[in-house]
């Protein structure tokens, strides 16, 4: 699994009210790495690797982004994301 479609999958698993105001990146990585979501490769900073992922996904995807930014460095999912049901064949649309 990606570190991007672990970092979905754990603000999938917020209750609503932490999902308002989101996660920080540095936290995403230790839920994900503690749910054996994902497992760092060893880099120096995952967070930031992370951090840059999901703003270049939200610039590239726009409205079709998996989340949304609500400060900065905390992110949550975008809030239709669960209903437009984001998939494997959008993504490799790029």
């Known amino acids: 699994m990606s570190a991007l479609d672990a970092a979905a999958e754990v603000l999938g698993r917020l209750a609503k009210r932490d999902a308002v105001t989101g996660m920080s990146v540095k936290i995403l990585i230790e839920r994900m790495e503690k749910a054996g979501l994902w497992k760092s490769a060893g880099g120096k900073t995952p967070d930031a690797t992370l951090y840059s992922a999901i703003i270049r996904e939200i610039k590239i995807r726009r409205s079709e982004s998996r989340f949304r930014r609500v400060s ?16 494997k064949k959008t993504e490799s649309k790029r």
């Open 72 to 87: 900065p460095g905390k992110f949550t999912l975008a809030v239709d994301a669960n209903k437009k049901g984001y998939s």
